[in-house]
């Protein structure tokens, strides 16, 4: 009998009734052949791993993390709400102690879902991630939160969310944006001016495969998260960076995967993108199970893997060895803020493109420059469907000044011409449309 | 006529049904030593009141193989498995002749690496050496492909008198259960069949010319052809015949709660909408999960001689027992002893209960009375706490669809059913307890024989297709052929149904149209760049779990 030395619950929810459209990717099939795997390898008659179902997130769980136009219920559907729910449940185990460690095996994935949310990026509407935290910061207080995101994918979603949080440090490893969408995810992304250096991106070259992969996890991510000492250690555990991937192009592999996660011990993994779901996600997600439980994975491997041929060229290993040299300094020591300053507010004007609804926003984010915290961040978005609406969030560790500030601008949003308005007050916990 | 005999640890009970009536009830001490004559005694006895000529079935609930495998009486095995990348097979091992081979089949089927027949000669020269006579072999993912498993079965056929393959013992998924399933399949296939032909001896000179069936732990029944080739799917069926007893006495549409109350323990078990609920993946050896369907059953450690006593100061009931409680003779006071006390029963010696009540009482500084309600109100607080927390994990089971997470249906029993020695007495104590209806069914006393008797053979069948194979798989059945790319699901629920239709017509068992019941059918999209480039199908039926009639009122 097989026992696990940390405990693990596993939410695994396959939405076999949802897909974005018949020959999307991200479809019913997706997570078959992983349910599959589970269940042929009998995963869960393994002492201390055990399957939980999702809970249903509430529109509150959501409006925490987003502003949504015009309406929570108008940019997610059921399923949105249940992956949400799925995540909140892994979150709620750990923070509970009824497991030491949990895995979110849901769809549909999040980390492309921005602040502000009026249809789907990247296969993401909700960024299942941003809400899990939000929740775990609602319930038990301010945390200390590191989000590392291996999905191939920069994770401009999470990015974008935690951009002025000091509290939260974002890293994302990621096949380079010159070859990859979203195109994002430069290391001069680093962090807004009240959080600099909360930020990594690990731009990897095309073909990068074990080697390369776990150099950058240890000479990086490792040092960074040990002098940031997080209260907790998620990690986006998009599965794509796989040699067999059909839309990206690397060349890990699940021993691979597996190993990064011994490495990270995150405390919570959330499936996010990963497309090769035959070739794929079965092995992945199997690597990852049994190496967040500390049972042995030194047997998974893909059935048609030939090592010799996906190994990385030298050139790459010596790219990627510059980059392990340099990157770190973006944390330890930032460069100052290049940040546009208007009358007390650094602002950011944006144009943010949804490839899978085909929406263009047009944005413009404020944050208050304000003394006692990290400070009020106004956002004014606008697309061809959704006129002008106006979005206001105090973060978690906010102050009295800015929560009063946001009520004043929430009540006055009629008369300044927006058409919705949102406002999410941590402090106060009040999240709410204007009528 | 049907005949229904359950072998219980104590007793043995038989019972004759013709025409939803009980003609005749036996009830004689177990022998485990010897089995058969024990069958045969409930049947001498059924047999003063009813006509052997007239006795069309034979319905056996037996302890055999579950006892075999209990006490260690069991077959030495060789087992060969061919697992492939993924967890250790070493972890899944049983018995010292455990071969793993090379070979791979992957999880759609595909044979990713060849098993080496070649590569089994020294191992199975060694199974020789040690004179070992039955054989398992088990393929990961045999169930979608079993042409290794066959080739090695194939192999060892010359120096075998049994091989039990993977993909024959279940359709599900789940290797290392397969593994336990397969291997104690083979375990205990010899003293199964000995005593299949020595049954069948005995019936004969009975004159007994009746079908035989085994009772399984899913509650059902299989033929006895059947079983001879997967006894292990006889084991532990017991509780199964005592909750397909209930069904038979007193039927159920509802959601309901199933309590057989017995000597040290009380049994649970839920009705869905009438329906026993199964397990998930199948019932555990010992410290082996195996893929032998189960109902769902758990054991609380309170029953009528469930040992009172005062330990630290605090009063406590059961789990354990001190034999039988005092009113029957035994050493020490019990729960039954309590309910003597309170009035609630009227069983046996009710002198020696108020003595033993009196005894603990007196340590308890309470009277004989307050000490009796005390313990009895604690043992319901137990049984109370166990059946709410068995109905929040089935409540809180995994599923798969919004569909389901939304719906969220919820198990919520409208009645209790009790059966057991001193069920019929705490009828009022459960409606207090628990706020439901309680029924106690009549005949409880030979509920587990009547349950045997009534209840109707199950059977499965998973289909998978992939049309982009062309590959058209029913394990159960060693169907494996190659369909059209236009093959549907609808297609595939019609075959479903009709493959195990003709498969029960081929067994002689009686199907009704409602009888079979599709319980998956599924129809994902297979999509490689941006075209589909087939479907991949599952579809589950089952003959739906249940009785061939109800006892008349």
Same mark, same amino acid.
Do not use: K, Y
């Given at each position: 009998m097989l026992t696990a030395q940390s405990s693990l619950g596993i939410i695994f929810f396959?939405?076999?009734?949802? $897909?974005? /459209?018949?020959? !999307?990717?991200? =479809?019913?099939?997706?997570l078959l052949y992983t349910q599959d795997q589970f269940r042929e390898e009998g995963i869960f008659d393994i002492e201390g791993i055990r399957e939980y179902r999702p809970l249903v997130a509430e529109e509150k769980d959501i409006m925490r993390a987003h502003f949504c136009f015009p309406s929570v219920q108008s940019v997610c559907t059921d399923s949105h709400f249940i992956s949400a729910g799925g995540v909140i449940r892994a979150a709620q185990l750990v923070m509970q102690k009824e497991r030491q460690r949990a895995f979110a #095996? #849901? =769809?549909?994935?999040? !980390?492309? $879902?921005? =602040?502000? #949310?009026h249809g789907s990026r990247g296969f993401c509407n909700i960024n299942i991630e941003a809400v899990m935290i939000e929740w775990i910061r609602e319930h038990y207080g301010n945390l200390r939160v590191a989000v590392v995101d291996t999905d191939c994918h920069h994770g401009d979603g999470t990015q974008d969310i935690y951009w002025h949080d000091p509290d939260v440090l974002f890293i994302s490893l990621h096949q380079d944006g010159r070859t990859l969408y979203p195109g994002t995810g430069f290391p001069s992304e680093s962090g807004g001016p009240k959080a600099l250096g909360r930020t990594i991106n690990v731009p990897m070259p095309p073909r990068t495969s074990d080697e390369g992969y776990l150099m950058t996890v240890e000479r990086i991510v490792m040092p960074i998260l040990d002098h940031f000492k997080p209260d907790l250690i998620i990690n /986006?555990?998009?599965?794509?960076? !796989?040699? /067999?991937?059909?839309i990206t192009n690397m060349n890990f592999t699940a021993q691979g995967y597996a190993k990064l996660t011994q490495m990270l011990k995150p405390d919570i993994a959330v499936l996010e993108g990963g497309y090769a779901i035959k070739g794929a996600l079965p092995y992945v997600n199997l690597g990852i199970s049994l190496a967040l439980a500390g049972v042995?994975? /030194? $047997? #998974?491997?893909?059935?048609?893997?030939d090592r010799e041929k996906i190994r990385e060229q030298k050139s790459t290993i010596d790219y990627l060895s510059a980059l392990c040299d340099q990157l770190p300094d973006i944390y330890f020591n930032p460069r100052p803020s290049e940040a546009v300053r208007e009358n007390g507010y650094f602002v950011r004007r944006r144009s943010i493109y949804y490839d899978t609804d085909d929406i263009t926003e047009t944005q413009v984010e404020r944050l208050k420059d304000c003394p006692h915290c990290p400070g009020l961040l106004i956002v004014e978005s606008e697309t061809a469907k959704t006129p002008k609406s106006l979005g206001l969030h105090v973060p978690v560790q906010g102050c009295d000044m800015c929560s009063q500030e946001a009520e004043e601008r929430f009540v006055k949003s009629r008369q300044a011409g927006f058409a919705h308005a949102q406002i999410s007050d941590r402090v106060t916990k009040r999240y709410e449309y204007a009528k | 006529m049907l005949i229904g005999i359950d072998v219980g640890g104590t007793h043995t009970d038989g019972v004759c049904i013709r025409d939803g009536r009980v003609e005749a009830m036996a009830k004689v001490p177990t022998d485990h030593d010897n089995l058969l004559a024990t069958i045969t005694e409930a049947l001498r006895a059924i047999l003063k009141d009813c006509k052997s000529a007239e006795i069309r079935t034979i319905n056996l609930s037996t302890t055999l193989s579950t006892n075999a495998i209990v006490t260690g009486h069991t077959e030495k095995v060789g087992m060969f498995v061919i697992p492939g990348p993924g967890i250790d097979a070493n972890a899944y091992a049983l018995g010292n002749q455990y071969h793993i081979l090379s070979g791979c089949v992957d999880h759609r089927g595909a044979i990713s690496a060849k098993v080496r027949v070649d590569q089994i000669r020294p191992m199975a020269a060694r199974c020789r050496e040690e004179g070992i006579r039955v054989y398992g072999v088990v393929g990961k993912f045999c169930t979608r492909n079993p042409e290794q498993e066959t080739a090695i079965a194939e192999a060892l056929a010359p120096q075998s008198d049994f091989v039990t393959q993977g &993909?024959?013992?279940?359709?599900?998924?789940?290797f290392g259960r397969r593994i336990s399933t397969v291997y104690y399949n083979s375990a205990v296939w010899r003293t199964f069949n000995a005593f299949a032909d020595a049954l069948e001896q005995s019936l004969k000179d009975l004159n007994i010319q009746a079908d035989i069936n085994i009772v399984k732990a899913d509650g059902g029944t299989m033929p006895l052809k059947l079983a001879r080739e997967i006894p292990v799917q006889s084991i532990f069926s017991g509780p199964a015949a005592s909750v397909m007893g209930i069904l038979s006495t007193s039927p159920v549409t509802e959601d309901a709660l199933i309590l057989d109350i017995g000597g040290t323990t009380t049994d649970m078990a839920v009705l869905l909408d009438g329906v026993p609920l199964l397990e998930r993946d199948g019932i555990s050896i010992g410290e082996h999960p195996t893929l032998v369907r189960a109902l769902k059953v758990e054991s609380i450690g309170i029953g009528g001689d469930s040992f009172i006593s005062s330990r630290d100061g605090q009063l406590r009931v059961g789990p354990?027992? &001190?034999?039988?409680?005092m009113a029957a003779g035994g050493p020490a006071p019990a729960l039954m002893d309590a309910m003597n006390v309170l009035g609630h029963a009227a069983f046996g010696d009710r002198e020696r209960s108020a003595k033993g009540i009196k005894e603990v009482a007196m340590i308890q500084g309470l009277s004989a009375r307050e000490c009796a309600e005390q313990a009895v109100s604690l043992a319901m607080d137990i049984l109370k706490k166990r059946v709410s927390a068995f109905l929040t994990a089935i409540n809180a089971r995994p599923v798969y669809t919004i569909q389901e997470i939304l719906e969220d249906r919820v198990v919520r029993p409208a009645s209790i059913l009790v059966i057991g020695g001193p069920a019929v007495a705490m009828v009022p104590l459960l409606e207090e307890t628990f706020g439901l209806p309680v029924v106690a069914p009549r005949h409880a006393e030979v509920a587990n024989a009547i349950g045997a008797c009534l209840t109707r053979p199950t059977q499965s069948l998973v289909l998978t297709v992939d049309t982009s194979r062309g590959s058209f798989t029913v394990p159960g059945l060693g169907i494996h052929k190659t369909v059209k790319r236009t093959y549907t699901l609808e297609e595939a629920v019609h075959d479903a149904t009709t493959l195990l239709r003709a498969e029960l017509d081929r067994q002689g068992i009686p199907a009704e149209d409602g009888d079979i019941q599709v319980i998956q059918a599924d129809a994902f999209n297979m999509v490689e760049g941006h075209y589909t480039i087939g479907r991949n199908i599952r579809v589950r039926c089952q003959m739906r779990p249940g009785v061939i009639t109800t006892l008349a009122s």
């Open positions: 396959p939405a076999f009734d949802w $897909a974005i /459209s018949p020959t !999307h990717p991200e =479809r019913e099939e997706r #095996v #849901v =769809r549909p994935p999040g !980390h492309h $879902a921005m =602040r502000t #949310v /986006s555990a998009g599965q794509d960076n !796989h040699f /067999s991937d059909p042995d994975f /030194s $047997a #998974v491997q893909e059935p048609d893997l | &993909h024959r013992v279940s359709e599900s998924l789940n354990d027992r &001190h034999g039988p409680c």
